[in-house]
């Protein structure tokens, strides 16, 4: 009976290299799992897709105010190229116009009384307190039509609406 209970306790556990292997195979799966998902490429897309809706809201709002001002645009935008000229850059909500200065064109047509919009959207990566920008541009070409784009859209990506 001694000589049983003396095989019986050899077998009972696993030995370090059994271990170790199993402890390398969920390694190797964990990280093919984390290749497949890519994280960075998920976040940038969430991102992308704000801004392209951030983009149409914008340009939205410039309409509704042109359809209720006999057509005209509001006062800030510019004859430009939405995506090369930087003193397109929208001026944040809630920043005075004077705090803006020349560089930002301030929509604060767009959400006065909340009429048009509530506030303008800020672009996901422009978290800085200390930029007065919204992230996103607009320009008008010299036919009228107005351009609203996205110069901090990720993965290559161009995101830009003209009507």
Known sequence: MRSFMKKANKRAGFTILEVLLVVAMIGILAGIVILAINPTKQLGDARNTQRKADVNTILNGVYQYAIDNNG??????????CAS???SEICRTGVATTTCGVSY???????????YLVALPTDPQSTSTGNNGAGYRVAKDIN???TVCAPLAEQG????ATR
């Open 72 to 81: 005209a645009l509001p006062s800030g935008i510019a004859v430009a190229t």
């Open 85 to 87: 000229v930087a003193t």
């Open 105 to 115: 064109v301030p929509l604060t047509e767009l959400t006065t009384s909340s009429r």
């Open 144 to 146: 009228g039509r107005v």
């Open 157 to 160: 990506q161009t995101i830009s």
